[in-house]
């Protein structure tokens, strides 16, 4: 597989991931694949990761039911990062995030009229996640 070759790995063996949804352009999520899961990703035209914490192969939605089609993968300008073009499937479509919301990126930083910064929550939870992960 040559064009694995072209991908720069970290010390690792790993290369940063972003999800990406093909119809609205949103960010869904971030995560790493390895060599492994990026060929599994080209051969199937669906999304899999390489899980840090578990140390192995991730397919999306394996859990969740909330499966990416993989439409297009793309490599950045210097070669150390993946961009996913995806469709979000599932049991509730359009779920990316393991809190049940559209994508991982639901925090916004804002700053009150007292001049607090503080993180908020500013995406709704589509479905509780304890009823997606069992």
């Not at 899980?51 to 300008?77: A, P, Y």
């Not at 930083?109 to 500013?122: R, S």
Request: charged share 20%; net charge negative; hydrophobic share 40%.
């Amino acid at each position: 597989m040559n064009w694995l070759n072209d991908v720069k790995w970290d010390a690792q063996g790993l290369v940063p991931v972003i999800a990406q949804e093909a119809s609205s352009g949103d960010v869904l999520m971030f995560a790493w694949m390895n060599r492994e899961a990026l060929e599994q990703t080209a051969a199937l035209g669906r999304a899999v990761y390489f899980s840090r914490s578990r140390n192995r192969l991730w397919f999306k939605g394996e859990e969740s039911g909330h499966v990416q089609t993989v439409h297009e993968i793309r490599l950045d300008c210097d070669n150390d990062v993946v961009l996913l073009k995806v469709t979000q499937l599932g049991h509730t479509p359009g779920i990316a995030c393991h809190t049940g919301r559209h994508s991982c990126f639901f925090s916004v930083l804002k700053t009150d009229a007292a001049g607090a910064v503080a993180w908020e929550a500013t995406d709704p939870v589509l479905k509780d996640p304890e009823s997606i992960y069992k």
